[in-house]
């Protein structure tokens, strides 16, 4: 049912014209308030999939946990404040409905007291509201082979490491702007809050690929530098789930991908709302365009959490290479060390200016190996500014929530 009203008192400012159609009204409300269940699920997924879990870590592993942790921590109160926006954008269409709709009743009563002095009845005035139309499904989804590919990785094992590229599985928004007809909903957001695809295992591989490696010369090792190499240079530093950076750097990426819908949803109402107008089609206007833009900005700083996570992970696939190689060498050059000592067991002692010349050489890959190791470090650090990424949107949100928070429904619609 559409409606034109000259409003002159109740609770409209006299002599301004507003035109509503109910019908239309109530779609952007449900598609509102779809988007609200959007961004519900999007948290959700946040906070279970976007984070580096708990377990046994190695140092570097270790300096990733809380940084992660206090990413999704930033997005979790993000996105609560963009619940809190699009529940006030789905509650204001609905109250300005019934502030309307009060408005005409109480038009048609005085209008059915002076038909009844004059000898007439009118029917009771039919509420819109008994049979709402019914939003249709949303015109586009995530397509059956969004998320297959890793966000970060590609290597073969210990011998080809360094062989893969970062997958791009960015795609545009689905159908923001043009060709509107009527209030539809663009695009499902939740569709694209697939499982993310795991991280490479070359970490695992080169734990796994290292034992056998220098399993039967360590000790030699032990001897001769003081320490385990295995111990220093593998396991205390590279211990825990690898994969799971690859797959936290993924679910920031399909999240980010999921805001993008929902903003391009919220920013298509104003352009399909035709027939409602006056101030408060337009105060509607102008908020959930705001909206839509600060959901914007809060994927792009999705998009650059999954960024640094997926440094990360390509500095890793890098150091972990050239490890690889040098464990090879560092091997070798024991297992020489050991042969031509001709060694008689466990705890004998080689000496000798070969020998010392060897350990200079194994020395020196070992520093080559820490290097490797402090350049995975330095991304981990740069992961730091996941918070500057993530803390500018928070807080635009934070204060548009405070802001719509504050509106009421006559203030809304008046």
Request: with cysteine.
């Amino acid at each position: 049912m559409q409606r034109q009203v000259k409003a002159g008192g109740r609770p409209f400012t006299e002599g301004i014209t507003m035109e509503v159609d109910y019908a239309e009204l109530a779609l952007v409300g449900q598609v509102v308030t779809r988007q609200q269940g959007h961004v519900t699920a999007i948290r959700a997924y946040v906070m279970n999939t976007c984070g580096i879990p708990s377990g046994e870590m190695g140092l570097l592993l270790q300096a990733v946990y809380p940084l992660s942790a206090a990413a999704v921590s930033l997005g979790g109160r993000a996105l609560r404040a963009v619940e809190s926006v699009v529940e006030w954008g789905a509650r204001a269409t609905h109250d300005t409905v019934d502030a309307y709709l009060a408005a005409d009743v109480a038009a048609h009563q005085d209008f059915s007291r002076v038909m009844a002095e004059l000898g007439e009845s009118l029917r009771s005035y039919p509420d819109p509201r008994e049979i709402p139309p019914t939003l249709g499904g949303a015109q586009s989804r995530a397509a059956s082979t969004y998320g297959e590919m890793p966000a970060w990785g590609g290597g073969e094992g210990l011998k080809n490491l360094f062989g893969g590229s970062l997958a791009d599985a960015q795609e545009g928004v689905s159908g923001w702007r043009g060709g509107s007809v009527g209030v539809v909903e663009r695009s499902d957001a939740s569709s694209y809050l697939v499982l993310p695809h795991p991280g490479e295992t070359f970490v695992d591989d080169l734990r796994r690929g290292a034992a056998p490696l220098l399993g039967s010369v360590d000790w030699l090792a032990e001897q001769l530098l003081g320490f385990s190499i295995l111990e220093e240079c593998i396991t205390t530093p590279l211990s825990g789930d690898w994969q799971a950076i690859g797959s936290a750097a993924g679910g920031w990426s399909h999240a980010g991908r999921a805001l993008r819908e929902v903003a391009g949803n919220l920013s298509q109402l104003p352009e399909q709302v035709t027939t409602w107008q006056g101030r408060a089609a337009d105060a509607f206007r102008a908020t959930i365009l705001t909206v839509s833009e600060a959901v914007v900005g809060l994927s792009a700083a999705c998009d650059d959490v999954s960024g640094l996570l997926s440094a990360i992970g390509s500095v890793a696939q890098e150091a972990c290479a050239l490890i690889a190689q040098l464990l090879e060498l560092i091997a070798e050059k024991l297992l020489r060390l050991a042969l031509e000592a001709s060694v008689p067991g466990v705890g004998g002692v080689v000496t000798g200016g070969d020998t010392l010349s060897g350990v200079r050489e194994i020395r020196g890959w070992v520093t080559k190996i820490n290097r490797a190791l402090s350049l995975i470090l330095d991304a981990i650090e740069g992961f730091a500014d996941a918070r500057e990424k993530l803390l500018p949107a928070v807080r635009v949100l934070e204060d548009l929530a405070e802001y719509v928070g504050q509106k009421t429904a006559g203030s809304v619609v008046s």
